[in-house]
């Protein structure tokens, strides 16, 4: 017997950035195989110490056919500068010069193997030097773009640099000093490239610890509730949205609902609605007793604020009272109900590498490539929904929504009984 839980949906992080909602599927089925050993053309020995850049070496290199041998040729570039002596403004020039020398498509994944390389030495064989070096070459406005567009990696370091002046800020987060926090908030303010404020602001907020967070908060918000934000074409900067989430930044959820209305654009309204999702799914009674304040703000999209509502699970009396507020509201039509009772509880769960804040505890596995359910949580959370499904039925003021209610409780007390019976296999990896 096979059993589905609610359709989820897959939403997109920000922009341009990957994210996964964890999509539920209770279909028996086997665990996704572990992902076969990543050949590389590196000893192994480098591969260990190498870290992330590790990972993107095994990426890029797994099953490459190398007819020019600009693989190679990178491998002992690495070896015979990178991870030499050799002084940094030397090793980085000649860096620039080695992958314009190859074919432009094979270009920005030579940069991307050689800004790793880089970022290991930065970290395990630093020079007194290298700091003013890395600012001197900011200084000097001199730039190298070989295409793509910026990625985001694991533990929100930068997977890929679209050009030098971005590789050159993140290598900065190794040296933070007072000084570097200053040279940052210089560049925040002055530069005309919104991926190298953003990189500006990463060094402040992460150089500070509690206070970096706040400072970054004044500073998101200097340009985000500037009413000349919402006219300007969106750009990769709305990744800094992310840190309303890492700060834990609730008293901006008003801020943040204020942007979800239809005369907004999508492009703009859409990374505040997802900095708010994921709000929600860190404390969903505060972030909801914080969106009844303002609950009309969302009467424009009344199935988004369905979905927020949703993750609220009823396990204690505020909650239940919570719940029981929101489904009170008048202007609640019968689109959002169904999405509300259909949801419950909600499992969705972003899965992204970010800049500033990090997933849910154990919503990745030991690869930290997919998200995982707590099925024993699950559990405990549709007995707790079943509960309060049952009082909220013996209400008389049910009528418009009760069809919605029975079949979500019948829903729910099925997958309890398959789940007790252990016949239900949770199986989330995407």
């Keep these: ?65 190398d007819p020019t041998g600009a693989y190679k040729s990178a491998d002992h570039f690495i070896n015979n500068r990178i991870k030499s002596d050799t002084p940094l403004k030397a090793t980085l020039h000649a860096a620039i010069q080695h992958v314009e020398s190859h074919q432009s498509k094979q270009r920005s994944e030579i940069w991307r193997y050689l800004t790793h390389a880089f970022q290991w030495r930065l970290k395990n064989l630093p020079d007194s030097s290298d700091r003013e070096t890395i600012i ?16 985001i990696g694991a533990k929100g370091r930068i997977d890929y640099a679209p050009s030098y002046r971005v590789a050159l800020l993140d290598f900065l987060h190794e040296f933070i000093s007072p000084e570097t926090l200053d040279y940052a908030r210089g560049v925040f303010q002055n530069t005309t490239s919104d991926q190298e404020r953003l990189l500006a602001l990463s060094i402040i907020v992460k150089g500070q610890g ?53 005369d907004i654009s999508r492009e703009h309204r859409w990374p505040a609605y997802l900095a708010l999702y ?95 359910v707590d099925q024993a949580k699950l559990l405990q959370d549709n007995r707790s929904m079943i509960v309060w499904l049952r009082e909220l039925e013996q209400n008389p003021g049910v ?12 829903r729910l007390e099925h997958e309890v009984k398959e789940m007790e019976a252990g016949r239900l296999l949770l199986d989330t990896r995407l």
């Design 1 to 65: 017997m096979s059993l589905k839980l609610r359709s989820l949906k897959i939403l997109s992080l920000l922009i341009w950035a990957p994210l996964f909602i964890a999509s539920v599927d209770v279909s028996a089925q086997s665990p996704a195989p572990s992902p076969s050993p990543e050949s590389s053309h590196l000893e192994s020995e480098d591969i260990n110490i190498y870290d992330g850049y590790g990972a993107a070496l095994g990426r890029m290199s797994k099953e490459i056919i």
């Design 210 to 262: 509690d206070q970096g967070l706040q400072e970054g908060i004044n500073l998101i918000n200097s340009i985000f509730k500037d009413s000349s934000w919402l006219q300007r074409p969106v750009t990769y900067f709305v990744e800094a949205f992310d840190l309303y989430v890492a700060a834990h930044a609730y008293d901006e959820i008003p801020f943040l609902l204020s942007l979800q209305k239809s």
């Design 278 to 372: 994921r709000l929600v799914e860190r404390d969903p009674a505060r972030a909801g007793n914080l969106i009844l304040k303002y609950f009309d703000a969302m009467q424009d999209y009344p199935s988004l604020r369905a979905d927020l509502f949703s993750q609220v699970v009823p396990d204690t009396a505020s909650a239940k009272q919570l719940l029981n507020q929101y489904l009170s509201k008048e202007n609640l039509d019968q689109v959002e109900l169904q999405q509300f009772f259909g949801l419950l509880p909600n499992q969705n769960r972003f899965v992204s590498d970010s800049l500033f804040s990090e997933d849910l505890e154990g919503w990745r596995d030991s690869h930290a490539t997919a998200p995982i």
């Design 136 to 151: 001197a070459e900011l200084d000097s406005n001199r730039d190298f773009t070989p295409g793509g567009q910026l990625v």
């Design 399 to 410: 009528s418009h929504y009760k069809t919605y209610l029975q079949e979500a409780r019948d």
